[in-house]
């Protein structure tokens, strides 16, 4: 806890996606470990305002919500400047985990929706990135952590959006890694697990075995905290990262994933 601490005492953050799930439990633990300013930016206004009234009883003067559209750049580009203003121009942190689950089938989905899909999966963290550059350059340094999936090592079908989108996303971030390591910016891709969201709703429910917003926000910043490369918390995560592509296992993943398939188009979405 004292690494923990050290850490993220005295820092500011930002949140995106952060008025439900994974990004408001890591508000709330970034300020119980002593942050001094968390920035939460959320699509939903009514959410986000409600939360962050909450949060500000319990930690005055500590908390800013600002409604941002992550698939719009001036938005991004605003949260961010707003960010550095609440934070005596710091921000320490950027968590890109806005993001949606987009569980369709091929066929079904357009030009449109794959549009929409990485907009909000992949160019929401690439503005928040460029926008908040500068400021970590100015400052010596920051962290971003942009919330990828297991899905980058398990391809599901009927998710070939979210798939893609967060593949695209986890190879951005490591390319980051190694290019800014040397100005001190460093970058972790997080597989936060199969977690019991609102993402999951649409889908009829979290799984079994899902854990928890907080479980998944403690152990983000725990990677954080030690500077992970990749930062997975559970062991399905972990076995599909070990496993998922290895040619040896090619026939086993085939029969795992088509079954998974037949599940789903017989209307079981949340089959895994």
């Known amino acids: ?20 799930g994974i990004g408001l439990a890591l508000c ?34 500590k908390v800013l919500g600002l409604p941002t559209d992550v698939t ?9 400047r707003q960010a550095a203003e609440f934070g005596l121009g710091h921000v320490d ?7 949606l689950g987009l569980a369709k089938s091929f066929d079904d989905a357009t030009d449109a929706d794959w ?13 928040g990135i460029r926008a908040v550059l500068p400021i970590m350059r100015a400052q010596g340094g920051g ?35 190694s290019e800014l390591w040397d100005e001190n910016i460093r970058f972790s891709t997080v597989i936060p697990g199969t977690v ?24 983000i910043l725990k990677g954080i905290a ?16 070990k496993y998922g592509f290895l040619p040896e296992y090619g026939e086993m993943t085939d029969a795992y994933f088509v079954q998974v398939a037949r599940q789903r188009r017989a209307g079981n979405m949340t089959a895994i």
Not at 8 to 20: D, I, L, R, W, Y
Not at 42 to 61: Q, S, V
Not at 196 to 219: E, L, N, V, Y
């Open 226 to 241: 030690a500077n992970e490369r990749i930062i997975i918390l559970t062991e399905d995560d972990k076995n599909g990262a």
């Open 115 to 127: 549009k929409f899909a990485f907009d909000v999966n992949f160019y929401g963290a690439l503005y």
């Open 28 to 61: 709330e633990e970034l300020l119980a470990l002593g942050a001094k300013a968390v920035v939460a930016a959320d699509l939903n206004k009514d959410k986000l305002k409600i939360e962050c009234a909450r949060l500000e009883t319990a930690y005055p003067g």
């Open 196 to 219: 019991a969201t609102p993402i999951w709703d649409k889908a009829g429910g979290a799984p079994a075995g899902a854990i928890t917003p907080q479980q998944s926000a403690q152990g």
């Open 143 to 177: 962290h971003i952590a942009n919330t990828a999936s297991g899905i980058v090592f398990s391809p599901m079908p009927f998710q070939t959006m979210y798939s893609a989108t967060k593949s695209a996303l986890m190879a951005m971030t490591s390319s980051l890694r």
């Open 72 to 80: 719009n750049r001036q938005s991004v580009v605003d949260l961010i």
């Open 93 to 99: 942190f950027l968590f890109n985990n806005a993001g």
């Open 1 to 20: 806890m004292n690494r923990m601490k050290a850490s993220f005492e005295n820092k500011v953050a930002v949140v995106t996606g952060g008025a439900s």
